[in-house]
């Protein structure tokens, strides 16, 4: 079997059992490219918005209740973020700090029964040079905003939710963020940095909800066994 018989295996098998997931890689990976099409205005926005709308029907696909529906919405405010920061900054920032602030009570929920003071480490050391970094980029409100965020990507990585997963997608999340204060404060000035931003946030947010959804339904399906 070839690479290309390969991918279309995947491909095919995405489409039938997570249709939605597929979807919004579709929509995600290609909103960059936009630029290259007569897409302006609302219709520009929406295509911003459906990557992360359509995570919601995804997180839940098999469960409709619990803690299924609280991804759900932490995945809906962030694709509002993504709609609202196009008209307000200040506007698409509450949406994302309301989401990152139901994260963090997510996580408080899934907290890892043992944690290596190296791993402890790194969080706290997010938690303190992330809104650091934010406040010498653009000032007091970044670093309030980021000092949130930053939070989150925290309790992400020392929670019981597969690290490598959830926990790095959230730590993209903040790199993405700091280069959005790089570029609004005009300290770098390329024509990558909105792609890299875009796809730094996006891949992050499909690790997080993926990691999320596939370990509570795994959960799920040995408490029924049980």
């Given amino acids: 079997m070839n690479k290309r018989e390969i991918g279309a295996g995947v491909t095919q098998d995405l489409a039938h059992k997570r249709p939605w997931l597929l979807a919004s890689l579709a929509f995600g990976f290609s909103y960059p490219a936009i630029s290259f099409f007569p897409v302006e205005g609302i219709y520009a926005i929406i295509w911003k918005?459906?990557?992360?709308?359509?995570?919601?029907?995804?997180?839940?696909?098999?469960?409709?209740?619990?803690?299924?529906?609280?991804?759900?919405?932490?995945?809906?405010?962030?694709?509002?973020g993504d709609g609202l920061v196009e008209l307000s900054l200040e506007a698409g920032g509450t949406a994302f700090g309301i989401s990152h602030l139901v994260a963090i009570w997510f996580y408080s929920r899934h907290r890892r029964e043992q944690t290596a003071f190296s791993q402890k480490l790194l969080a706290l050391t997010v938690l303190i040079a992330a809104p650091l970094i934010a406040y010498f980029l653009a000032g007091n409100l970044a670093a309030g905003y980021t000092l949130l965020l930053s939070l989150m990507a925290a309790m992400a990585w020392t929670s019981s939710f597969p690290r490598y997963r959830v926990g790095i997608g959230a730590m993209l999340f903040v790199i993405s963020d700091l280069l959005i204060f790089t570029?609004?404060?005009?300290?770098?000035?390329?024509?990558?940095?909105?792609?890299?931003?875009?796809?730094?946030?996006?891949?992050?947010?499909?690790?997080?909800?993926?990691?999320?959804?596939?370990?509570?339904?795994?959960?799920?399906?040995?408490?029924?066994?049980?």
Avoid: D
Wanted: hydrophobic share 55%; with cysteine; net charge positive.
């Fill in 49 to 80: 918005m459906l990557p992360l709308a359509l995570l919601v029907p995804y997180a839940l696909r098999k469960h409709h209740s619990g803690e299924f529906l609280v991804i759900a919405i932490i995945l809906a405010l962030c694709s509002l």
């Fill in 183 to 226: 570029r609004e404060g005009q300290w770098v000035s390329s024509p990558l940095i909105n792609p890299a931003i875009w796809y730094l946030y996006y891949i992050g947010m499909v690790m997080i909800a993926t990691g999320l959804v596939q370990t509570l339904v795994k959960k799920s399906a040995a408490t029924e066994i049980v």
